[in-house]
T-cell receptor, first 114, second 115 residues
């Protein structure tokens, strides 16, 4: 069975600080990887995804994530956060070519202080 | 519609009552998914539909939970004899189909509170 771990449950940063949120997954096969974001009062939105190819994936709003297969990781990064990045971030995986059901991590609440 | 629509947005009910949650997916999306977001437990997959078919119901928490989808569009998630542990936000998502790795689009959810 798949599982996803997000080690940071709460992160507090000041504006302009750099961000890295950890995500590790457990699965024996090939996976697709996702980061979703949930802004306060809004629905989950896709930030970025990795299916294959270049392991460094760029998403919306200046976010990027790097797939490191040997570490089973897909960490999310942003060089300089803004107050508007305050949200909850979810890492998710599904099996490549085996259906679209997502397994989510527990989420990381990010608060950016102005 | 433009996005996934869920109703009601909030539901408060007494323990033991039945509740029905509705999801209207994006037009043309054949795959539909139900998730539950509980405090302290993150997002939990419940069930998916490809068309009107739900091949795997093992993610449903108990036999009090059931889901159906008719006409390949709207889906309802029914919880019978609700318990306090059923309190959560129930999220619906849809995608083009189940096997093509298309991203899922989520609705705003139904916040269910069992008194």
């Amino acid at each position: 069975a798949q599982s996803v771990s997000q080690h940071n449950h709460h992160v507090i940063l000041s504006e302009a600080a750099s961000l890295e949120l950890g995500c590790n997954y457990s699965y024996g096969g090939t996976v697709n990887l996702f980061w979703y974001v949930q802004y306060p009062g809004q629905h989950l939105q896709l930030l970025l995804k990795y299916f294959s190819g270049d392991p460094l994936v760029k998403g919306i709003k200046g976010f990027e994530a790097e797939f490191i297969k040997s570490k089973f990781s897909f960490n999310l990064r942003k060089p300089s956060v803004q107050w508007s990045d305050t949200a909850e971030y979810f890492c998710a995986v599904n099996s490549h070519n085996a259906g679209n059901m997502l397994t989510f991590g527990g989420g990381t609440r990010l608060m950016v202080k102005p | 519609g433009a996005g996934v629509s869920q109703s009601p947005s909030n539901k408060v009910t007494e323990k033991g009552k039945d509740v029905e949650l509705r999801c209207d997916p994006i037009s043309g999306h054949t795959a539909l998914y139900w998730y539950r977001q509980s405090l302290g437990q993150g997002l939990e997959f419940l069930i998916y539909f490809q068309g009107n078919s739900a091949p795997d119901k093992s993610g449903l928490p108990s036999d009090r939970f059931s889901a159906e989808r008719t006409g390949g569009s709207v889906s309802t998630l029914t919880i019978q004899r609700t318990q306090q542990e059923d309190s959560a936000v129930y999220l619906c998502a849809s995608s083009r189909d189940y096997y093509s790795n298309q991203p899922q689009h989520f609705g705003d959810g139904t916040r269910l509170s069992i008194l």
